[in-house]
T-cell receptor
């Protein structure tokens, strides 16, 4: 069964450093998402991406965040200058293709980001 | 904010049916009810969804009241591996729409031997 994969599984970085979290969505999907979950809290939507552009973003997704689909398979989340409060589990999800009505989202296993 | 209300926790004996309620009294006519679950800190997993009819798949059944203001997810024979946080989410879907999921706190289901 196809699945969403994410790398790395755990990323440790120093405050102020840039990090790139990588995701490989399911191959025929067209919609891509990033969510995050701070330890002990609920899952929060960050951004959705369709047709090579951001379709929606939350208040959390400020100028420090960016997303990119650099090739036909990867979907990345970049945090330019990490803060302590960016420590969280980051989940990538995908859905589609576009002619499927119900669009259930398939989630990856997550990347745990720890900012020191 | 999430548009659903769920009990924070529930227990269920292994092998018995787990019935997880969800209140969505402000649901609008074009919104579907979705259920996801999250085991430990894994990525959320899709379970089932419905609009107004009851639905069943290999994982669970979804019972939606006639007025659509509440629903119940039923795991017919709960196992220890069903221990997870279960999220009830309402969202609009349609062709060529990839709408976000808004998670609430969910119900933490503990299946006990």
């Amino acid at each position: 069964e196809p699945e969403v994969t994410q790398t790395p599984s755990h990323q440790v970085t120093q405050m102020g450093q840039e990090v790139i979290l990588r995701c490989v969505p399911i191959s025929n999907h067209l919609y891509f998402y990033w969510y995050r979950q701070i330890l002990g809290q609920k899952v929060e939507f960050l951004v959705s991406f369709y047709n090579n552009e951001i379709s929606e973003k939350s208040e959390i997704f400020d100028d420090q965040f960016s997303v990119e689909r650099p090739d036909g398979s990867n979907f990345t989340l970049k945090i330019r200058s990490t803060k302590l409060e960016d420590s969280a589990m980051y989940f990538c999800a995908s859905s589609g293709p576009g002619n499927i009505r119900y669009n259930e989202q398939f989630f990856g296993p997550g990347t745990r980001l720890t900012v020191l | 904010d999430a548009k659903t209300t769920q009990p924070p926790s529930m227990d269920c004996a292994e092998g018995r049916a787990a019935n997880l309620p969800c209140n969505h009294s402000t649901i609008s006519g074009n919104e579907y009810v979705y259920w996801y679950r999250q085991i430990h800190s894994q990525g959320p997993q899709y379970i089932i969804h419905g609009l107004k009819n009851n639905e069943t798949n290999e994982m669970a059944s979804l019972i939606i009241t006639e007025d659509r203001k509440s629903s119940t997810l039923i795991l017919p024979h709960a196992t220890l591996r069903d221990t997870a946080v279960y999220y009830c989410i309402v969202r609009v879907v349609g062709y060529n729409q990839g709408g976000k999921l808004i998670f609430g706190q969910g119900t933490e289901l503990s299946v006990k031997p």
